[in-house]
């Protein structure tokens, strides 16, 4: 007999759930426009040395995260988040990716979103999608204010992977789907059995 479950399907999730990336959506919503675009302006000299190849795109946006996060309240941006989630939910996602997920919903699948973008934000949108997730953390220190550091490392590329493996069991799966678009998603996308490559237009 086979006892295995049916079948869990992992979705990134800017540029593939969503038409945009969030993390700026995200900024503006947050601080106004003008005041994003100062903190890309304040941090020019590691956005500069990110797009020369000699910073990562993890250092560049944990400085980024820093500039913009460090010492807010959790407690209030996890309220904002979720009026950001609220206001752009339909502006931003794609209804492709919503109807795909509620399929393998509707199938008794598990469905998870693996992303890099910060917990933050991105737990509103997996709660209103009834899906599970895996992202990027950010530290909170013991008064409950944001560092803007990571806590653990950057959901993204061989990340993915990995953090999925620490949480799921694949072998427990009979069948194993992914949704990506860019070249961050491919460690995830080899686990898969069916994995689907920019798969959403709309």
Same mark, same amino acid.
């Given at each position: 007999?086979?006892?295995?479950?049916?079948?869990?399907?992992?979705?990134?999730?800017?540029?593939?759930?969503?038409?945009?990336?969030?993390?700026?959506?995200?900024?503006?919503?947050?601080?106004?426009?003008?005041?994003?675009?100062?903190?890309?302006?304040?941090?020019?000299?590691? #956005?500069?040395? =990110?797009? +020369?190849?000699? *910073? !990562? $795109?993890?250092?560049?946006?944990?400085? #980024?995260?820093? =500039?913009? +996060?460090?010492? *807010? !309240? $959790?407690?209030?941006?996890?309220?904002?988040?979720?009026? =950001?989630?609220?206001?752009?939910?339909?502006?931003?996602?794609?209804?492709?990716?919503?109807?795909?997920?509620?399929?393998?919903?509707?199938?008794?699948?598990?469905?998870?979103?693996?992303?890099?973008?910060?917990?933050?934000?991105?737990?509103?949108?997996?709660?209103?999608?009834?899906?599970?997730?895996?992202?990027?953390?950010?530290?909170?220190?013991?008064?409950?204010?944001?560092?803007?550091?990571?806590?653990?490392?950057?959901?993204?590329?061989?990340?993915?992977?990995?953090?999925?493996?620490?949480?799921?069991?694949?072998?427990?799966?009979?069948?194993?789907?992914?949704?990506?678009?860019?070249?961050?998603?491919?460690?995830?996308?080899?686990?898969?059995?069916?994995?689907?490559?920019?798969?959403?237009?709309?």
């Amino acid at each position: 007999m086979n006892n295995k479950k049916h079948a869990i399907a992992f979705f990134d999730f800017d540029g593939t759930i969503t038409k945009k990336d969030t993390f700026s959506d995200f900024m503006v919503f947050l601080i106004g426009r003008w005041g994003y675009l100062t903190g890309l302006v304040l941090n020019s000299k590691i #956005l500069i040395l =990110y797009f +020369l190849n000699f *910073k !990562s $795109a993890s250092e560049a946006k944990e400085a #980024l995260l820093r =500039y913009y +996060l460090k010492g *807010k !309240s $959790a407690a209030v941006l996890c309220k904002k988040a979720d009026l =950001y989630v609220e206001n752009r939910f339909k502006k931003i996602v794609r209804k492709s990716a919503i109807n795909e997920i509620n399929k393998h919903l509707h199938l008794g699948h598990d469905v998870v979103i693996v992303t890099a973008s910060p917990y933050l934000w991105t737990l509103p949108f997996a709660k209103r999608l009834k899906v599970s997730l895996i992202s990027t953390q950010i530290e909170v220190d013991k008064n409950g204010f944001y560092t803007g550091n990571f806590n653990g490392k950057n959901c993204n590329g061989h990340e993915k992977a990995v953090r999925i493996k620490c949480e799921y069991n694949l072998d427990e799966y009979r069948q194993i789907f992914s949704y990506g678009d860019s070249l961050g998603d491919g460690p995830m996308l080899e686990l898969s059995d069916f994995s689907f490559y920019k798969y959403f237009k709309t």
